[in-house]
């Protein structure tokens, strides 16, 4: 059985180790230092860490609102003229996942006592990666 870490010793060292390396595994940390993971995660809670995750956002552009304006008043308009329109459009998108395990963000967490909004550039010069194109 491991050993509680009650004593600030062995505190100290978790704390010190996140502080080190935010981006740490609660399970790596309680291997390192020989104590159970339900202990290092009490101790995050008891000091107030939480392990934010990274947002994954597109940046949007100074005219984006404006197009966006333009498209709803352009569908209105079309729709008044025939109110079947919607039944023959086709919505689309696609996305690209990139084959490195950059898309999963559950991968990256940042262990701090206050939000880091933390943004992370993951690419490589030449990412594997495959295009999925959808439409409805």
């Known amino acids: 059985r491991l050993k509680s870490a009650t004593n600030d ?3 100290l060292y978790v704390l010190q180790s996140f502080q080190e390396n935010p981006h740490l595994s609660v399970s790596k940390t309680a ?3 020989d104590i159970s993971e339900s202990s290092v995660s009490n101790i995050l809670k008891k000091h107030k860490y939480y392990p934010y995750k990274i947002v994954i956002a597109q940046e949007l552009m100074e005219d984006d609102f404006d197009r ?4 709803c008043e352009e569908l209105m308009h079309r729709c008044d003229d025939n109110a079947n329109f919607l039944n023959f459009v086709i919505f689309s998108d696609e996305t690209t996942f990139q084959i490195n395990g950059a898309v999963n963000r559950h991968n990256c967490s940042y262990w ?4 880091p909004h933390w943004m992370s550039d ?4 030449y990412p594997q990666k495959f295009n999925v194109w959808t439409g409805i």
């Open 68 to 71: 966006r304006i333009q498209f």
């Open 112 to 115: 701090n006592d206050e939000n």
């Open 122 to 125: 993951l690419r490589t010069q």
């Open 9 to 11: 010793d062995k505190t």
């Open 31 to 33: 291997q390192a230092h």
